[in-house]
């Protein structure tokens, strides 16, 4: 495929989307979702049953790049799109020239985020060496509940220069693209930051310039009027597994090293907006955490607890991929999890929305509980509700 060829294919399926109204509320409509993850191995069967029927564009799509599901070639493109998608690595067209008889099988992921769209690879299948020439490496996350967490709390109205951290996708940086004059993303994976360009042409998105490396070292004493971050939060018990997923023993291992040199990537004034999970160890509070990491930074920062798990909890969500196995493989990595939590004296994990404000004075880290209740209608305010009134509040101290 020729070089120019590719942003040309994408801005082609942009408008095939588009018409399609493949959006959010068609999934929240189709499958009573509200985030991506919400479907998840245990559902996933029944989600693909519940659309079997379904004749829509938006139902074939969904079917196809949000189900990760086969698909008749004959309810999503027309045979010229196939073709340019199928040489460009987006889909695999398989079985014989027969009716009824040829599939078409998804290279990668496609989201509907806001009034954007999100490629990145399969959730529900083996990453594919060949979706769209990207070079090899640990498969690209899909945007799930905490990356949406993250981008609808950003409060940052005069952010002309941003720096996105551990962009994967390019979910953050996207969101804000709008609003600002120019993004640095940055991921220790080539395959990220290819992924990351992918999405940046797909919606017609120029001001992003993305660079591989890790977390700081790619910029030349650049400084940014807002930080985001999404860095790999879980504390895992595998050394080797995907870049995105391990954060060390209680979650932090990347996270701190962010916060350790923010203030001087920070303009004065400037903010910060991180999303992570922490496990806390025996009598520990979040406060006992987060604070020393602030310690000698120039400004403000509040953590907001927004969810609270047992270690048990968080050893029975992460070991559902060995359902493919069956029963006693789950069995068997729950109790991995399990035991690798208790060796390190992890009593809680919690979820925390991080915010910093550079203003040259350094104040102690305000932790606040935020628990999110849903049941079924919102019984709380959402994160970014939070973070408004600390700005508003801090502005009168």
């Known amino acids: 495929m ?20 493949y959006t959010p509320d068609a999934l929240a409509e189709r499958l009573g979702i509200r985030v991506p993850d919400d ?34 070639p004959g309810h999503v493109f027309d045979v010229p799109t196939q073709r340019a998608m199928r040489a460009a690595g987006l889909l695999h067209i398989h079985g014989r020239r027969i009716a009824g008889g040829r599939r078409i099988t998804p290279r990668l992921r496609l989201d509907p985020i806001g009034n954007q769209w999100l490629l990145s690879d399969l959730r529900f299948r083996l990453p594919d060496a060949r979706a769209l020439g990207l070079p090899a490496g640990d498969p690209v996350y899909p945007p ?36 600002c004059q120019h993004i640095v993303a940055v991921d220790v994976s080539a395959r990220a930051a290819a992924m990351t360009r992918a999405n940046a042409a797909l919606n017609r998105v120029i001001n992003i310039e993305v660079r591989v490396g890790d977390l700081y070292r790619p910029l030349a004493e650049e400084r940014f009027d807002l930080v985001m971050a999404n860095p790999p939060f879980v504390p895992s018990p595998y050394r080797r ?9 209680t979650g932090a291992r990347v996270l701190k090293r962010i916060v350790a040199n923010l203030a001087d990537v920070l303009q004065p004034a400037g903010r910060f907006f991180a999303v992570s999970h922490l496990a806390l160890r025996d009598r520990e509070t979040a406060a006992d955490v987060v604070r020393p990491w602030f310690g000698n930074f120039p400004g403000r920062a509040l953590a907001l607890v927004l969810e609270r798990g047992s270690a048990i909890d968080l050893a029975a969500a992460q070991a559902l991929f060995a359902l493919d196995d069956g029963l006693a493989a789950y069995a068997a990595e729950v109790h991995r999890w399990v035991a690798y939590l208790r060796r390190h004296r992890v009593r809680e994990v919690i ?6 404000e550079r203003s040259g004075r350094h ?4 932790v606040i509980e935020a628990l999110q209740r849903t049941l079924p209608l919102p019984l709380s305010h959402p994160p970014r509700h939070h973070v408004e009134q600390w700005f508003a509040t801090l502005i009168h101290r």
């Open 144 to 179: 799930s509940s905490d990356s949406l967490l993250l981008r609808d709390a950003v409060v940052c109205p005069d952010a002309n220069r941003v720096l996105d951290l551990c962009t994967g996708s390019g979910v953050q940086a996207l969101s804000v693209a709008a609003r």
């Open 241 to 249: 597994g995907p870049a995105y997923h391990p954060g060390g023993p």
């Open 351 to 356: 979820l925390v929305l991080l915010v910093a």
């Open 363 to 366: 104040r102690a880290v305000e």
């Open 2 to 21: 020729k070089r120019n060829a590719l942003p040309v294919l994408l801005r082609e399926l942009a408008v095939h989307l588009r018409a399609a109204k």
């Open 39 to 72: 479907i998840g191995p245990l559902n996933h069967a029944a989600a693909i049953e519940r659309l079997r029927d379904d004749t829509s564009a938006a139902g074939a799509l969904t079917r196809l790049f949000f189900l990760e599901a086969d698909e008749s």
